[in-house]
Each structure stands twice: as structure tokens, then as C-alpha cells.
């Protein structure tokens, strides 16, 4: 982590600070001043995911250019994904201009020219994520850059992430974070490429339930650790799963039985019914005995003495 506080520079150095402090922050940029003033607070605080740089700014107004002279000088190829928090944003790249307001998000390719236009005090949360992350996703096709998103729809999936995984610290393990960013690629690409590509709620649904099925065992599988592994809030994990067959929990619920069925079903598995169903999380081997019965037709004690479950395959 680290934090560029401009304001404790005097303030006859501010502004020349600043343009430095974003520079080692993002990429190569030029900002301009459009308001008079002796000073120009601002902060800069980043924080690394895994391979993604996230970043929470607060400033004043000005003209921020990435041109030619600056695109040659960067290193590297990135894609900023900048959620607004407070102010406005004018933004222009590839031919593309649009205002982004607060709760909005935009996205620019820094291998080409964009600019930015903030016409007062304004703060983003911005996450520089690398090509190699969306472009495999994205299949030849490229993100919408310069476009302003809406936090509604597919896009409030986005809006959601970019504003909570800002809070993910150093406490969640590297394996987590990795799975993070993936989803947060995952349902960028869905929402920003310019062509048709699946619902991104369905592509987090389908990134859900993968470690789910990694996990059935996990006393952590519940609606608040799904929420602190995605990076998203409850609303958004059960808006999620809206279209699905079943909500959240009925899912959870159905994949532990049917984990349970298949271990109860083949003999060379060890152990009781119970100490089985307990492995998967049932702890109330009275109620499991009463959810399986309902969900197959037959009851644990039946499918291990050789009974089949019915609709297993539903």
C-alpha cells in the first residue's frame, strides 16, 4: 500500500507534486490546472489485489491528458476501469466521449490517447487491470473504452465489485485474491465488450458456483463468506442467482445433498450416514435425513444399503 498525501507538500509545490504522484501511481499523464488557486489537495492511496493495482483518488478540477507523447513513454498495456464516486468526469477516447457521474464507471486502454476533464472536486476508485487479463476473454473483440456505464443492470454487477473489493486487505490469501480478480475480469469483459457476450451476472453465477463445488465442506460456505470472497454484497449474491433455477442457498443446499448421495451411494466410501452428512455440513442428522428424503425420494440410510436417488441429474 501506499499513500500520496499532496496537500503536506507546500503549497507553491502542490500542483507540480501532483503531477508526479500520478505518474508513479498509474501511467505517464499530464495534468492541467482550470481553476485558480494557490494550493491543489489531493490525494493518492493504492493498493495491490494480485496482479491487479487498485487505486482510490480524491482532487480538484483540472484536464488530465494520456496523448501520444505520453502512450509512447508507458510501459506496459492496461485497461483502467474508474468507478466515480463523487464529482464528474468528462471522458474521451477512440472517438468515444461521455460524462461518467458518481456510481458510474468508464474504461480506457492505455496503449491509445484518452483524456479526462474534472470541472470540480471529484473522487474514483480506479483499478488498473492488465490486457493479458480481459483480452483472453474478450475473444479479438475489445472493451468500449471512453463510454460511460451505467450502475444498473449488468453493469451495477460491476459497480458493486469495483466499490467493495476496494476493501479487500492484506488478511485475504494470494489464492483468494487471484480468484477475485478473475471474477471481476470476467464480469468487466461481459459488461464492456463491444460485442455480445453472456449476461455478467451469469458469468459470476458460473465463477460462484465453481467454488462451491470446491468448497461444500467449508463451514465458510454461507451467503456472508461467498459475499467476502466475490468482493460483492448480499443483494447482488441473491440478485445473482434471480434467474437461476434456485436461489443461493436452495443451490448450496441441493449440491450438498447430491455430494452426499454420491459418497452414501458407493460403498468404498468410509463412515456413517451421519459422520457423512456432517462432513458436508449437516449437522442435524434428523433434518438432513428429512431434506433427502424430499430431494430424491428415498432416505440416506436406503441409497447406502443400494437404493438410487431419484433426480439426480435434475
Same mark, same amino acid.
Given at each position: 500500500?501506499?499513500?500520496?498525501?499532496?496537500?503536506?507538500?507546500?503549497?507553491?509545490?502542490?500542483?507540480?507534486?501532483?503531477?508526479?504522484?500520478?505518474?508513479?501511481?498509474?501511467?505517464?499523464?499530464?495534468?492541467?490546472?482550470?481553476?485558480?488557486?494557490?494550493?491543489?489537495?489531493?490525494?493518492?492511496?493504492?493498493?495491490?489485489?494480485?496482479?491487479?493495482? #487498485? =487505486?482510490?483518488?480524491?482532487?480538484?478540477?483540472?484536464?488530465? +491528458?494520456?496523448?501520444? $507523447?505520453? !502512450?509512447? &513513454?508507458?510501459? @506496459?498495456?492496461?485497461?483502467?476501469?474508474?468507478?466515480?464516486?463523487?464529482?464528474?468526469?468528462?471522458?474521451?477516447?477512440?472517438?468515444?466521449?461521455?460524462?461518467?457521474?458518481?456510481?458510474?464507471?468508464?474504461?480506457?486502454?492505455?496503449?491509445?490517447?484518452?483524456?479526462?476533464?474534472?470541472?470540480?472536486?471529484?473522487?474514483?476508485?480506479?483499478?488498473?487491470?492488465?490486457?493479458?487479463?480481459?483480452?483472453?476473454?474478450?475473444?479479438?473483440?475489445?472493451?468500449?473504452?471512453?463510454?460511460?456505464?451505467?450502475?444498473?443492470?449488468?453493469?451495477?454487477?460491476?459497480?458493486?465489485?469495483?466499490?467493495?473489493?476496494?476493501?479487500?486487505?492484506?488478511?485475504?490469501?494470494?489464492?483468494?485474491?487471484?480468484?477475485?480478480?478473475?471474477?471481476?475480469?470476467?464480469?468487466?469483459?461481459?459488461?464492456?465488450?463491444? #460485442? =455480445?457476450?453472456?449476461?455478467?451476472?451469469?458469468?459470476?453465477? +458460473?465463477?460462484?458456483? $465453481?467454488? !462451491?463445488? &470446491?468448497?461444500? @465442506?467449508?463451514?465458510?460456505?454461507?451467503?456472508?463468506?461467498?459475499?467476502?470472497?466475490?468482493?460483492?454484497?448480499?443483494?447482488?449474491?441473491?440478485?445473482?442467482?434471480?434467474?437461476?433455477?434456485?436461489?443461493?442457498?436452495?443451490?448450496?443446499?441441493?449440491?450438498?445433498?447430491?455430494?452426499?448421495?454420491?459418497?452414501?451411494?458407493?460403498?468404498?466410501?468410509?463412515?456413517?450416514?451421519?459422520?457423512?452428512?456432517?462432513?458436508?455440513?449437516?449437522?442435524?442428522?434428523?433434518?438432513?435425513?428429512?431434506?433427502?428424503?424430499?430431494?430424491?425420494?428415498?432416505?440416506?440410510?436406503?441409497?447406502?444399503?443400494?437404493?438410487?436417488?431419484?433426480?439426480?441429474?435434475?
Amino acid at each position: 500500500m501506499a499513500v500520496w498525501d499532496v496537500a503536506s507538500r507546500p503549497e507553491p509545490d502542490q500542483f507540480g507534486y501532483w503531477h508526479e504522484v500520478i505518474c508513479r501511481a498509474f501511467v505517464p499523464l499530464t495534468p492541467r490546472r482550470t481553476t485558480p488557486g494557490a494550493g491543489f489537495a489531493a490525494r493518492v492511496e493504492t493498493r495491490t489485489l494480485h496482479d491487479v493495482e #487498485r =487505486a482510490l483518488i480524491a482532487s480538484q478540477p483540472q484536464e488530465t +491528458a494520456h496523448g501520444p $507523447r505520453e !502512450v509512447a &513513454r508507458t510501459d @506496459g498495456a492496461f485497461y483502467f476501469v474508474n468507478l466515480q464516486v463523487e464529482g464528474h468526469c468528462r471522458t474521451r477516447q477512440g472517438g468515444t466521449e461521455s460524462v461518467v457521474g458518481p456510481g458510474r464507471f468508464t474504461i480506457v486502454d492505455t496503449t491509445e490517447p484518452y483524456w479526462f476533464d474534472f470541472d470540480g472536486p471529484w473522487r474514483m476508485v480506479s483499478y488498473r487491470l492488465p490486457h493479458a487479463l480481459l483480452d483472453a476473454r474478450l475473444g479479438g473483440a475489445r472493451p468500449q473504452v471512453g463510454r460511460c456505464f451505467e450502475a444498473t443492470g449488468a453493469g451495477a454487477v460491476v459497480a458493486s465489485m469495483l466499490s467493495t473489493l476496494w476493501e479487500v486487505d492484506g488478511s485475504t490469501g494470494p489464492a483468494a485474491t487471484a480468484e477475485l480478480e478473475q471474477a471481476l475480469a470476467s464480469a468487466v469483459t461481459a459488461t464492456t465488450a463491444g #460485442r =455480445a457476450v453472456e449476461d455478467p451476472r451469469e458469468t459470476l453465477r +458460473a465463477e460462484i458456483l $465453481r467454488d !462451491v463445488r &470446491r468448497r461444500l @465442506g467449508d463451514p465458510s460456505l454461507t451467503v456472508a463468506g461467498v459475499c467476502r470472497r466475490f468482493g460483492i454484497s448480499a443483494r447482488t449474491l441473491h440478485a445473482t442467482f434471480a434467474g437461476a433455477e434456485r436461489p443461493f442457498a436452495a443451490t448450496v443446499r441441493r449440491m450438498r445433498l447430491e455430494c452426499c448421495a454420491v459418497l452414501l451411494a458407493d460403498p468404498v466410501t468410509p463412515g456413517t450416514v451421519t459422520a457423512i452428512a456432517a462432513s458436508l455440513g449437516f449437522d442435524d442428522p434428523a433434518s438432513f435425513s428429512r431434506a433427502f428424503r424430499r430431494e430424491f425420494g428415498c432416505t440416506p440410510s436406503e441409497v447406502r444399503d443400494g437404493a438410487s436417488p431419484r433426480g439426480m441429474h435434475s
